[in-house]
Nanobody, 121 residues
Framework: QVQLVDSGGGLVQAGGSLRLSCAAS???????MGWFRQAPGKQREFVAF????????SYADSVKGRFTISRDNAKKTVYLQMNSLKPEDTATYYC???????????????WGQGTQVTVSS
């Protein structure tokens, strides 16, 4: 299993940008890496995933064209660049690792602790 530490969240105005990072520790980093988010009172929802070699990538419709997922395997780190942020993007963001290309959170085995993103209007 891989250990994940999320960081990079914060408070930003609508239209602004943030970059989240997720650092992995463990023997390998050959996982599909995903980002999910959960707003208060709502279910955890898929944001994006990226294959172990940098592709394929997949995005939720709600973030397509605004968010970009990437990874640096030498640093065992995955990133989520978030641009044109909206108040509805406010949530706790979690990175996760899976052995499958999937948007279903049940297929992810390891999770970060989460980082809070708050977008003010």
């Amino acid at each position: 299993q891989v250990q994940l530490v999320d960081s990079g969240g914060g408070l930003v105005q609508a239209g602004g940008s943030l970059r989240l990072s997720c650092a992995a520790s463990g023997r390998t980093f050959n996982y599909v890496m995903g980002w999910f988010r959960q707003a208060p009172g709502k279910q955890r929802e898929f944001v994006a995933f990226i294959g172990w070699s940098g592709g394929p990538t997949s995005y939720a419709d709600s973030v397509k064209g605004r968010f970009t997922i990437s990874r640096d395997n030498a640093k065992k780190t995955v990133y989520l660049q978030m641009n044109s942020l909206k108040p509805e993007d406010t949530a706790t963001y979690y990175c996760a690792a899976s052995s499958r290309y999937s948007s279903a959170y049940s297929t992810y085995d390891s999770w970060g602790q989460g980082t809070q993103v708050t977008v003010s209007s």
